[in-house]
């Protein structure tokens, strides 16, 4: 393995940041943090640790640009640091966001990358995360947009900041018929945020008469699963296969 193999890849996410260490042609060793204490130190150190010169970078968040991060990471000079942006995107895929590409967010753009890497058919890509995104990307690479849902976290946060009182102390139950308020407004978030999934995959798949990949990626693609009858292909890296390809080229 060459040290051009072995690179890092970093995802500043909007509630958390992934590293991966990918070597032996495999993505391994997923770190998450959060963004408290001093995340571009621990990163700088991590890096540090493995004999590896190549970092490849994506942020959703403005703080985390370029500019920022080549000058926080103050031990890494001698190294190989590229950043994807939202223009990078135009390499790969015709995206729907043409008179406005930044509001696409790189992350929904990797996404679609990632699941290239992996399929030439037409695609969806579904991402539980903060929020609900679902794309679809045709054979062709043409973006055709997508829509967004709010999360269940994003629901149930909602509800805590509406009530006069504090339900987060309840224990919640898995049952159909609820007793106390966690596990109505539980229940409840899980069918608003994720039934919608399956209806709009119906709707596309109609639209186009297609027969698309669906892929589904982030923290609460379980949920999104268990609320679907599609067969739905689970990939935890996608971002970090979009990035991947964004580093080869195509």
Same mark, same amino acid.
């Given at each position: 393995?060459?040290?051009?193999?072995?690179?890092?890849?970093?995802?500043?996410?909007?509630?958390?940041? #992934?590293?991966?260490?990918?070597?032996?042609?495999?993505?391994?060793?997923?770190?998450?943090?959060?963004?408290?204490?001093?995340?571009?130190?621990?990163?700088? #150190?991590?890096?540090?640790?493995?004999?590896?010169?190549?970092?490849?970078?994506?942020?959703?968040?403005?703080?985390?640009?370029?500019?920022?991060?080549?000058?926080?990471?103050?031990?890494?000079? @001698?190294? @190989?640091?590229?950043?994807?942006?939202?223009?990078?995107?135009?390499?790969?895929?015709?995206?729907?966001?043409?008179?406005?590409? @930044?509001?696409?967010?790189?992350?929904?753009?990797?996404?679609?990358?990632?699941?290239?890497?992996?399929?030439?058919?037409?695609?969806?890509?579904?991402?539980?995360?903060?929020?609900?995104?679902?794309?679809?990307?045709?054979?062709?690479?043409?973006?055709?947009?997508?829509?967004?849902?709010?999360?269940?976290?994003?629901?149930?946060?909602?509800? #805590?900041?509406?009530?006069?009182?504090?339900?987060?102390?309840?224990?919640?139950?898995?049952?159909?018929?609820?007793?106390?308020?966690?596990?109505?407004?539980?229940?409840?978030?899980?069918?608003?945020?994720?039934?919608?999934?399956?209806?709009?995959?119906?709707?596309?798949?109609?639209?186009?008469?297609?027969?698309?990949?669906?892929?589904?990626?982030?923290?609460?693609?379980?949920?999104?699963?268990? @609320?679907?009858?599609?067969?739905? #292909?689970?990939?935890?890296?996608?971002?970090?296969?979009?990035?991947?390809?964004?580093?080869?080229?195509?």
């Amino acid at each position: 393995m060459t040290l051009e193999n072995k690179k890092f890849l970093i995802d500043f996410g909007h509630t958390r940041c #992934k590293v991966a260490f990918f070597s032996d042609d495999k993505i391994s060793t997923i770190e998450r943090y959060d963004y408290s204490g001093n995340l571009v130190t621990d990163i700088e #150190k991590l890096i540090l640790k493995h004999d590896c010169k190549n970092v490849v970078c994506s942020s959703v968040l403005p703080k985390y640009n370029e500019d920022f991060l080549i000058k926080s990471f103050s031990k890494l000079k @001698n190294f @190989n640091i590229k950043f994807f942006n939202i223009d990078d995107s135009l390499i790969f895929i015709n995206p729907a966001y043409k008179d406005n590409l @930044n509001r696409l967010g790189v992350d929904r753009a990797l996404n679609l990358i990632g699941a290239r890497r992996r399929t030439e058919e037409d695609l969806i890509v579904v991402d539980a995360g903060t929020a609900t995104t679902i794309d679809y990307l045709d054979k062709n690479n043409v973006h055709h947009g997508g829509t967004i849902l709010p999360s269940k976290d994003l629901i149930v946060d909602t509800f #805590k900041n509406m009530l006069d009182f504090d339900f987060s102390n309840e224990k919640i139950s898995e049952n159909l018929f609820s007793d106390n308020t966690a596990s109505s407004i539980n229940h409840g978030a899980e069918l608003s945020a994720y039934i919608g999934v399956e209806k709009f995959i119906d709707e596309i798949i109609v639209h186009f008469n297609s027969n698309p990949i669906i892929f589904v990626t982030g923290g609460a693609y379980l949920d999104v699963i268990h @609320n679907c009858n599609y067969e739905l #292909k689970h990939v935890e890296s996608l971002i970090f296969e979009g990035l991947l390809v964004y580093d080869k080229g195509m």
